[in-house]
């Protein structure tokens, strides 16, 4: 007689980031802001090759849930549930349905649409390239976001995302900028569960205690592009130099080391001359004694 053999249940595991979509093919708001995720990116380049550990990304999906994932590969498939989403004005309910559409909280279908931040950090993490940034197969959400605001994007920014970032991912550090009004930027840190806002120092920068360094303005040109930026710096208020400005010191000093090579040369060659001078006047005093003692 047979028996019957338990069997474990089976659990589907979750999706890794090369199955998940990673590209919704929608472009930042202006070059501006494509040139601020640069900037804020590329100046920590050099800083994230001195640690053992890290990864510093932007305008990538970040997954947190499989709530909205099945919501995002829905979308990429366009194989949208029979029965829409929909937002609705009455937060004192979750959910309601009415016919064949389900009307969702504005702050549940935000977090279901929600996509990622315009610059984040993460430290404690293997180095290397990333499709999309999945909370579940990392094991921590990043540390540090930044999102540049916008006329369309600032309210959700300031509200909506700032809670996903707050009770959800749980990042230790929100900071927000708007590239074209400067004026309108703040940091928050996580303490109690709660997002409290960060205070200028007597330097004017916001402290970023997990990545110990600061934010704070700066008037120049990037890429072609005069403008005041957001940019990292050391907690004394060096600039991190971007991999453009590190170039042109490396030739600057490369330059200098030129000009001092010739300098060397130039000294070396006056002392050979000067050395030929002497020998050859000592030559001629040796031959007019030898001539005056012959004559003698």
């Known amino acids: 007689m047979l028996e019957n053999t338990p069997t474990e249940p089976y659990v589907p595991l979750p999706p890794t980031q090369t199955e998940l979509p990673y590209d919704d093919g929608k472009q930042m708001e202006s070059q501006r802001h494509r040139l601020q995720m640069d900037l804020l990116i590329d100046v920590l380049m050099p800083w994230l090759e001195e640690r053992e550990d890290g990864f510093?990304?932007?305008?990538?999906?970040?997954?947190?849930?499989?709530?909205?994932?099945?919501?995002?590969?829905?979308?990429?498939?366009?194989?949208?549930?029979?029965?829409?989403?929909?937002?609705?004005?009455?937060?004192?309910?979750?959910?309601?349905?009415?016919?064949?559409?389900?009307?969702?909280?504005?702050?549940?279908?935000?977090?279901?649409?929600?996509?990622?931040?315009?610059?984040?950090?993460?430290?404690?993490?293997?180095?290397?390239?990333?499709?999309?940034?999945?909370?579940?197969?990392?094991?921590?959400?990043?540390?540090?976001?930044?999102?540049?605001?916008?006329?369309?994007?600032?309210?959700?920014?300031?509200?909506?995302?700032?809670?996903?970032?707050?009770?959800?991912?749980?990042?230790?550090?929100?900071?927000?900028?708007?590239?074209?009004?400067?004026?309108?930027?703040?940091g928050f840190s996580l303490s109690g569960g709660l997002y409290q806002p960060l205070v200028l120092n007597e330097d004017n920068q916001l402290i970023s205690s997990c990545l110990r360094l600061a934010l704070q303005l700066w008037q120049g040109s990037y890429k072609g592009i005069h403008a005041t930026w957001l940019r990292w710096a050391t907690l004394q208020g060096e600039l991190l130099p971007t991999t453009d400005e590190i170039a042109y010191r490396e030739g600057q000093r490369a330059e200098k080391e030129r000009q001092r090579a010739d300098q060397e040369r130039q000294r070396a060659e006056q002392e050979r001359q000067r050395a030929e001078q002497i020998e050859s006047l000592l030559l001629q005093t040796a031959r007019n004694l030898l001539q005056r003692f012959h004559k003698e």
């Open 56 to 186: 510093v990304g932007g305008n990538m999906y970040v997954y947190y849930n499989m709530a909205q994932v099945r919501h995002k590969m829905a979308v990429a498939t366009t194989e949208m549930p029979s029965r829409p989403l929909l937002p609705y004005a009455k937060p004192e309910k979750e959910h309601i349905q009415i016919d064949k559409a389900v009307y969702i909280s504005d702050s549940i279908l935000h977090s279901l649409n929600f996509k990622g931040p315009d610059f984040f950090a993460v430290l404690g993490v293997p180095k290397g390239e990333r499709r999309s940034w999945v909370v579940w197969e990392e094991g921590k959400a990043p540390d540090v976001v930044i999102e540049l605001l916008s006329e369309n994007t600032a309210s959700i920014d300031k509200s909506e995302k700032k809670l996903i970032y707050q009770n959800q991912l749980r990042v230790t550090e929100y900071f927000w900028f708007d590239p074209f009004n400067p004026d309108d930027w703040a």
